[in-house]
Protein backbone atom coordinates (compact mmCIF):
# COMPACT_ATOMS: atom_id res chain seq x y z
CA UNK A 1 0.00 0.00 0.00
CA UNK A 2 1.46 3.40 -0.61
CA UNK A 3 2.02 6.21 1.56
CA UNK A 4 -1.42 8.18 0.77
CA UNK A 5 -3.29 4.85 1.05
CA UNK A 6 -1.93 4.00 4.22
CA UNK A 7 -3.33 7.03 5.05
CA UNK A 8 -6.66 7.01 3.63
CA UNK A 9 -7.36 3.92 5.09
CA UNK A 10 -6.13 5.01 8.85
CA UNK A 11 -8.80 8.39 8.27
CA UNK A 12 -11.36 5.70 7.83
CA UNK A 13 -10.46 3.18 10.34
CA UNK A 14 -10.66 6.00 12.50
CA UNK A 15 -13.83 7.48 11.52
CA UNK A 16 -15.19 3.81 11.98
CA UNK A 17 -14.07 4.16 15.54
CA UNK A 18 -15.46 7.47 16.45
CA UNK A 19 -18.89 6.06 15.11
CA UNK A 20 -18.66 2.99 17.32
CA UNK A 21 -17.63 4.62 20.44
CA UNK A 22 -20.17 7.35 20.44
CA UNK A 23 -22.75 4.41 22.67
CA UNK A 24 -20.80 1.55 23.30
CA UNK A 25 -19.78 1.11 26.89
CA UNK A 26 -16.40 0.38 27.89
CA UNK A 27 -15.27 -3.06 28.03
CA UNK A 28 -12.94 -4.42 30.84
CA UNK A 29 -10.13 -7.09 29.92
CA UNK A 30 -9.74 -10.04 31.82
CA UNK A 31 -6.73 -8.81 32.96
CA UNK A 32 -8.14 -5.63 34.66
CA UNK A 33 -9.78 -7.37 37.06
CA UNK A 34 -8.79 -6.80 40.25
CA UNK A 35 -7.31 -10.17 42.58
CA UNK A 36 -10.14 -12.31 43.93
CA UNK A 37 -9.39 -11.60 47.61
CA UNK A 38 -8.16 -14.86 49.60
CA UNK A 39 -10.81 -16.39 52.00
CA UNK A 40 -9.58 -16.13 55.75
CA UNK A 41 -10.75 -19.55 57.53
CA UNK A 42 -14.14 -19.76 59.46
CA UNK A 43 -13.24 -21.28 63.02
CA UNK A 44 -15.42 -23.79 64.87
CA UNK A 45 -16.09 -24.97 68.18
CA UNK A 46 -17.56 -28.28 68.82
CA UNK A 47 -19.77 -29.18 71.64
CA UNK A 48 -17.59 -26.32 73.44
CA UNK A 49 -18.69 -26.29 77.32
CA UNK A 50 -17.52 -23.32 78.83
CA UNK A 51 -19.26 -20.06 77.25
CA UNK A 52 -15.57 -18.37 78.39
CA UNK A 53 -14.00 -20.24 76.39
CA UNK A 54 -15.95 -19.01 72.89
CA UNK A 55 -15.69 -15.70 74.31
CA UNK A 56 -11.52 -16.23 74.18
CA UNK A 57 -11.54 -17.87 70.98
CA UNK A 58 -13.94 -14.71 69.74
CA UNK A 59 -11.19 -12.42 71.04
CA UNK A 60 -8.49 -14.30 69.80
CA UNK A 61 -10.19 -13.81 65.83
CA UNK A 62 -10.59 -10.11 66.22
CA UNK A 63 -6.43 -10.16 67.20
CA UNK A 64 -5.80 -11.74 63.74
CA UNK A 65 -8.71 -10.99 61.86
CA UNK A 66 -10.58 -13.51 61.68
CA UNK A 67 -14.69 -12.90 61.99
CA UNK A 68 -16.64 -16.20 61.17
CA UNK A 69 -17.38 -18.02 64.26
CA UNK A 70 -19.52 -20.90 63.98
CA UNK A 71 -20.49 -23.37 66.98
CA UNK A 72 -21.48 -26.83 67.08
CA UNK A 73 -23.85 -27.36 69.90
CA UNK A 74 -22.62 -24.37 71.78
CA UNK A 75 -23.86 -23.31 75.86
CA UNK A 76 -26.34 -20.75 75.76
CA UNK A 77 -24.38 -17.12 75.69
CA UNK A 78 -26.01 -14.39 77.16
CA UNK A 79 -24.97 -11.08 76.42
CA UNK A 80 -23.98 -10.57 79.83
CA UNK A 81 -22.06 -13.71 81.01
CA UNK A 82 -18.75 -14.94 80.82
CA UNK A 83 -18.69 -15.50 77.01
CA UNK A 84 -19.36 -11.67 76.62
CA UNK A 85 -17.21 -10.57 79.42
CA UNK A 86 -13.81 -12.51 77.75
CA UNK A 87 -14.73 -11.35 74.38
CA UNK A 88 -13.43 -8.11 74.74
CA UNK A 89 -13.90 -5.95 71.65
CA UNK A 90 -14.79 -8.94 70.01
CA UNK A 91 -18.23 -8.51 71.96
CA UNK A 92 -19.50 -6.13 69.19
CA UNK A 93 -19.08 -8.68 66.13
CA UNK A 94 -17.34 -11.41 66.02
CA UNK A 95 -19.53 -12.99 68.89
CA UNK A 96 -23.09 -11.41 68.36
CA UNK A 97 -22.68 -12.94 64.51
CA UNK A 98 -21.69 -16.29 65.57
CA UNK A 99 -23.55 -18.77 63.72
CA UNK A 100 -24.89 -22.29 64.42
CA UNK A 101 -24.16 -24.90 62.75
CA UNK A 102 -24.08 -28.89 62.83
CA UNK A 103 -20.82 -30.72 62.52
CA UNK A 104 -21.84 -32.58 58.60
CA UNK A 105 -22.52 -29.06 57.33
CA UNK A 106 -18.74 -28.26 58.14
CA UNK A 107 -17.66 -31.16 56.80
CA UNK A 108 -20.15 -30.31 53.49
CA UNK A 109 -18.87 -27.01 52.60
CA UNK A 110 -15.41 -26.56 53.79
CA UNK A 111 -12.26 -27.69 53.67
CA UNK A 112 -11.45 -28.94 57.40
CA UNK A 113 -8.80 -28.48 59.34
CA UNK A 114 -9.02 -30.76 62.83
CA UNK A 115 -6.94 -29.57 65.84
CA UNK A 116 -5.34 -32.18 68.46
CA UNK A 117 -3.29 -32.43 71.26
CA UNK A 118 -2.71 -36.16 71.20
CA UNK A 119 -1.65 -37.69 68.35
CA UNK A 120 -0.80 -40.66 66.36
CA UNK A 121 3.43 -41.12 66.25
CA UNK A 122 3.05 -43.15 62.78
CA UNK A 123 1.00 -44.39 59.85
CA UNK A 124 -0.93 -47.02 62.19
CA UNK A 125 -3.31 -44.14 63.87
CA UNK A 126 -4.71 -42.90 60.65
CA UNK A 127 -7.12 -40.43 61.95
CA UNK A 128 -4.41 -38.61 64.04
CA UNK A 129 -1.23 -39.23 61.26
CA UNK A 130 -0.07 -37.25 59.48
CA UNK A 131 -0.65 -34.01 61.65
CA UNK A 132 0.84 -30.48 60.78
CA UNK A 133 2.15 -28.46 63.00
CA UNK A 134 0.91 -24.43 63.27
CA UNK A 135 3.75 -22.90 61.11
CA UNK A 136 3.20 -26.64 58.63
CA UNK A 137 0.22 -25.69 58.31
CA UNK A 138 0.25 -22.10 57.59
CA UNK A 139 2.83 -22.79 54.90
CA UNK A 140 0.39 -25.30 53.64
CA UNK A 141 -2.68 -23.54 53.45
CA UNK A 142 -1.02 -20.79 51.60
CA UNK A 143 -1.53 -22.84 48.36
CA UNK A 144 -5.50 -23.73 49.22
CA UNK A 145 -8.00 -20.84 47.92
CA UNK A 146 -10.95 -22.64 49.05
CA UNK A 147 -13.35 -22.16 51.81
CA UNK A 148 -11.60 -23.58 54.98
CA UNK A 149 -12.42 -23.85 58.60
CA UNK A 150 -10.18 -24.64 61.74
CA UNK A 151 -12.08 -26.76 64.16
CA UNK A 152 -11.40 -26.87 67.54
CA UNK A 153 -12.89 -29.68 70.04
CA UNK A 154 -14.25 -29.99 73.23
CA UNK A 155 -12.74 -28.14 76.22
CA UNK A 156 -11.90 -32.12 78.36
CA UNK A 157 -11.85 -34.02 74.88
CA UNK A 158 -10.99 -32.34 72.06
CA UNK A 159 -12.27 -33.93 68.81
CA UNK A 160 -12.81 -38.05 68.87
CA UNK A 161 -11.42 -40.26 66.39
CA UNK A 162 -14.81 -40.55 64.33
CA UNK A 163 -14.70 -36.42 63.97
CA UNK A 164 -10.88 -36.40 63.12
CA UNK A 165 -11.60 -39.46 60.70
CA UNK A 166 -14.37 -37.16 58.70
CA UNK A 167 -11.87 -33.88 58.28
CA UNK A 168 -8.97 -33.40 55.36
CA UNK A 169 -6.15 -32.37 57.60
CA UNK A 170 -5.55 -32.26 61.51
CA UNK A 171 -2.94 -29.83 63.24
CA UNK A 172 -1.38 -30.00 66.77
CA UNK A 173 0.88 -27.49 68.41
CA UNK A 174 3.87 -28.61 69.45
CA UNK A 175 4.51 -29.01 73.72
CA UNK A 176 6.13 -30.61 76.21
CA UNK A 177 5.30 -34.52 76.49
CA UNK A 178 4.76 -34.38 80.17
CA UNK A 179 1.96 -31.95 79.35
CA UNK A 180 0.90 -31.49 76.06
CA UNK A 181 -3.19 -30.80 76.16
CA UNK A 182 -3.68 -26.73 76.05
CA UNK A 183 -6.41 -24.59 77.39
CA UNK A 184 -9.04 -25.09 74.50
CA UNK A 185 -9.09 -21.04 74.68
CA UNK A 186 -5.26 -20.81 74.65
CA UNK A 187 -4.56 -23.41 71.99
CA UNK A 188 -6.91 -21.26 69.54
CA UNK A 189 -4.76 -18.28 70.34
CA UNK A 190 -1.50 -19.97 69.40
CA UNK A 191 -2.99 -21.37 66.55
CA UNK A 192 -4.40 -18.00 64.98
CA UNK A 193 -1.56 -16.40 65.77
CA UNK A 194 0.70 -18.80 63.72
CA UNK A 195 -1.70 -18.35 61.03
CA UNK A 196 -1.88 -14.38 60.84
CA UNK A 197 -0.07 -14.19 57.11
CA UNK A 198 -2.80 -15.62 55.99
CA UNK A 199 -5.56 -13.18 57.87
CA UNK A 200 -3.78 -10.30 58.39
CA UNK A 201 -2.86 -7.55 56.53
CA UNK A 202 -1.21 -5.19 58.46
CA UNK A 203 -0.33 -5.32 62.17
CA UNK A 204 0.25 -2.66 64.81
CA UNK A 205 4.30 -3.06 64.84
CA UNK A 206 6.42 -1.04 62.70
CA UNK A 207 8.13 -1.99 59.33
CA UNK A 208 11.21 -4.12 60.96
CA UNK A 209 13.40 -3.45 58.45
CA UNK A 210 16.74 -2.30 59.39
CA UNK A 211 18.68 -0.04 56.84
CA UNK A 212 22.00 0.03 57.48
CA UNK A 213 24.12 3.11 58.66
CA UNK A 214 26.33 3.92 55.56
CA UNK A 215 29.42 3.01 55.22
CA UNK A 216 31.13 6.43 55.32
CA UNK A 217 29.65 7.30 58.59
CA UNK A 218 30.64 3.33 60.56
CA UNK A 219 34.15 3.85 59.16
CA UNK A 220 34.67 7.10 60.81
CA UNK A 221 33.30 5.52 63.80
CA UNK A 222 35.85 2.85 63.92
CA UNK A 223 38.59 6.03 63.37
CA UNK A 224 37.01 7.74 66.32
CA UNK A 225 37.34 3.87 68.30
CA UNK A 226 40.88 3.65 67.07
CA UNK A 227 41.85 7.38 68.59
CA UNK A 228 40.12 6.83 71.90
CA UNK A 229 41.98 3.35 72.17
CA UNK A 230 44.94 5.22 71.59
CA UNK A 231 44.01 7.91 73.94
CA UNK A 232 43.73 5.10 76.61
CA UNK A 233 47.46 4.01 76.75
CA UNK A 234 46.98 0.40 75.28
CA UNK A 235 49.73 -1.71 73.69
CA UNK A 236 49.84 -1.67 69.91
CA UNK A 237 48.92 -5.47 69.85
CA UNK A 238 46.03 -4.76 72.34
CA UNK A 239 44.51 -1.87 70.60
CA UNK A 240 44.38 -4.24 67.01
CA UNK A 241 42.74 -7.07 68.61
CA UNK A 242 40.10 -4.53 70.08
CA UNK A 243 39.44 -2.53 66.80
CA UNK A 244 39.52 -5.76 65.30
CA UNK A 245 36.73 -7.33 67.67
CA UNK A 246 34.45 -4.07 67.35
CA UNK A 247 34.87 -3.82 63.50
CA UNK A 248 33.26 -7.42 63.74
CA UNK A 249 30.75 -6.44 66.33
CA UNK A 250 29.64 -3.86 64.33
CA UNK A 251 29.04 -5.90 61.22
CA UNK A 252 27.38 -8.33 63.20
CA UNK A 253 24.89 -5.77 64.67
CA UNK A 254 23.73 -3.52 61.57
CA UNK A 255 23.71 -0.17 63.37
CA UNK A 256 21.05 2.15 61.83
CA UNK A 257 22.11 5.42 61.18
CA UNK A 258 20.84 7.07 64.15
CA UNK A 259 22.97 4.57 66.30
CA UNK A 260 26.13 4.99 64.91
CA UNK A 261 25.80 8.75 65.39
CA UNK A 262 24.87 8.57 68.93
CA UNK A 263 28.08 6.67 69.25
CA UNK A 264 30.04 9.29 66.73
CA UNK A 265 28.96 11.83 69.25
CA UNK A 266 29.74 10.10 72.41
CA UNK A 267 33.41 8.95 71.38
CA UNK A 268 34.14 12.35 70.15
CA UNK A 269 33.00 13.86 73.32
CA UNK A 270 35.69 10.96 74.53
CA UNK A 271 38.05 11.75 72.45
CA UNK A 272 38.04 15.39 72.90
CA UNK A 273 38.50 14.68 76.66
CA UNK A 274 41.41 12.57 76.73
CA UNK A 275 42.76 14.95 74.68
CA UNK A 276 42.34 17.58 76.83
CA UNK A 277 43.76 15.54 79.87
CA UNK A 278 46.75 14.78 78.41
CA UNK A 279 47.51 18.49 77.22
CA UNK A 280 46.84 19.71 81.13
CA UNK A 281 49.33 17.28 81.85
CA UNK A 282 51.93 18.29 79.65
CA UNK A 283 51.38 21.66 80.64
CA UNK A 284 51.43 21.08 84.32
CA UNK A 285 54.02 18.69 84.22
CA UNK A 286 51.98 15.70 85.39
CA UNK A 287 52.62 12.05 84.53
CA UNK A 288 50.58 11.11 81.24
CA UNK A 289 47.51 8.86 81.16
CA UNK A 290 49.27 5.49 83.03
CA UNK A 291 50.52 3.24 79.84
CA UNK A 292 50.04 -0.28 80.21
CA UNK A 293 53.10 -2.47 81.42
Known sequence: MSGEGAE???????????AGSGSAEPTTTANENPPRERQKPAVVVVEPETPGNVGTIARAMKNFGLTDLKLVNPPEL????????FAGHARE??????????????????????????????DRSHER?????????????????????????REGRGLNNEELSRLDEVCSIPADDDYPVLNLGQAATVL????RDLTVDETQLPDTEVTRAPEPDVERFHEFFDEFLAATGQRDHVREKNALLMRRLLGRAHPTEREVHSLLGTFRKANTKLEHADHLAAKYDEPPYPKEQ
Do not use: C, M, Q, W
Not at 95 to 121: R, S
Open 8 to 18: EGAEEAGDEAE
Open 93 to 122: DVLPNAEEVTFDEVVANYHTVGTTAITGED
Open 192 to 195: LYEL
Open 78 to 85: EEDGEAYG
Open 129 to 153: FPFKTPVELRESLKTVDAPTAIVFG
